[in-house]
């Protein structure tokens, strides 16, 4: 009782301050007051308006209000940043495929909307972005090349078109395993989830998957614990195992010519309680990410999603 009570005056110390480095350093309050914080929302802007070039069954006029707040927030960063920053410009290269799409089909766009973009397309006068339209054959062009070419050929995929046998998701698995974890306690799982109304359900509490997910075949829901931690100080490790587990599933799905699309877990009580319930896992397990699967369709547009340049991404010491 004593050794609990300790217990729990320590782990307030220490979460109050997670609790308080998260709130003073993330964008939860939208503030966008900082630089990364508006980059980190510039971009989250505009891959929303990528995936919607890329999506399946696109309807012209698509995603106004999201144009509309990816032109407001180009203009924000340009006036406190300026305008030599690569995805900021990628940026404005999507206002420009998304003008050129609609022009190509005379689709006439609203006024307001168009303003926005052509006021920010003709200042900055950069060529137009271009999704990655390929065949079936190309997107798996790679999976047994040299790792270079066969990394840099993975992309996530909304464009499904049909089903992938259970087996071949577990041959998939049996590969994944391989992934490093800490102190090798190998404290993630995966379930794979094959009927369609299990699927219906998690996918609707997903919510990052509109105009997609009903072409998923399966799901692999990931799943984490604290069962390996013998200290505050581990507290996150459960969660780094679980990325690099992800990564390598996402990895060896391609290599098996499996479509794949990794999909946010939005966590809170209650919706973790309920796909503890849905898939069965225990009261211990953390649902980290679900990745939908599936076998792609004949043609697939795949979201640029460019990468920062390594001078932004990597320092040397
Ligand atoms: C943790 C995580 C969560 C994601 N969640 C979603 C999601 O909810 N919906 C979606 O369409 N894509 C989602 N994605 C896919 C990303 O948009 C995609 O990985 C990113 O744009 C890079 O593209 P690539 O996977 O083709 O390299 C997620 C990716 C990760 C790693």
Not at 5 to 23: A, E, M, Q, R, S
Not at 47 to 57: A, D, F, R, T, Y
Not at 96 to 106: A, G, M, R, S
Not at 195 to 218: A, P, T
Request: hydrophobic fraction near 40%; glycine fraction near 6%.
């Amino acid at each position: 009782m004593f050794r609990q009570l300790i217990l729990v005056l320590k782990g307030i110390g220490v979460f109050y301050n997670d609790l308080k480095f998260f709130i003073e350093n993330s964008n939860i309050d939208h503030s966008n007051n900082t630089k990364a914080k508006l980059l980190s929302t510039l971009i989250a802007s505009y891959h929303i308006v990528e995936k919607g070039l890329s999506m399946p069954n696109r309807r012209l006029g698509f995603g106004k209000e999201a144009v509309m707040a990816l032109s407001a927030k180009c203009s924000l960063y340009a006036q406190k940043y300026g305008d030599n920053n690569d995805q900021f410009r990628y940026a404005i290269s999507i206002l420009k495929e998304y003008d050129d799409l609609h022009k190509q089909y005379n689709f006439t766009l609203d006024v307001d909307l168009q303003k926005s973009i052509s006021d920010l397309i003709e200042k900055y006068n950069i060529p137009a972005a271009r999704q990655n339209q390929m065949t079936k054959d190309e997107f798996f062009a790679y999976t047994e090349s040299s790792f270079d070419k066969f990394s840099v050929s993975r992309h996530s995929t909304r464009h499904f078109g049909g089903s992938i046998e259970t087996a071949k998701i577990i041959e998939s698995l049996d590969l994944a395993k391989n992934a490093p974890s800490a102190c090798n306690k190998q404290i993630t799982k995966s379930y794979i989830i094959t009927k369609s109304e299990m699927i219906k359900e998690i996918l609707d509490m997903q919510q990052g998957n509109r105009g997609f997910g009903h072409l998923i075949d399966k799901l692999i829901v990931i799943t984490t614990q604290y069962c390996g931690c013998t200290r505050y100080s581990d507290r996150f490790y459960p969660f780094v195992d679980a990325g690099i587990y992800t990564m390598n599933i996402l990895y060896a799905l391609h290599f098996h010519k499996i479509g794949a699309i990794p999909l946010v877990w939005l966590s809170t009580r209650e919706r973790d309680e309920r796909l503890r319930d849905i898939i069965g896992a225990n009261k211990d397990e953390i649902p980290c990410l679900i990745v939908g699967v599936g076998d792609i369709a004949d043609s697939v547009i795949c979201a640029h999603s460019p990468r920062k340049s390594i001078k932004e991404t990597v320092v040397v010491c």
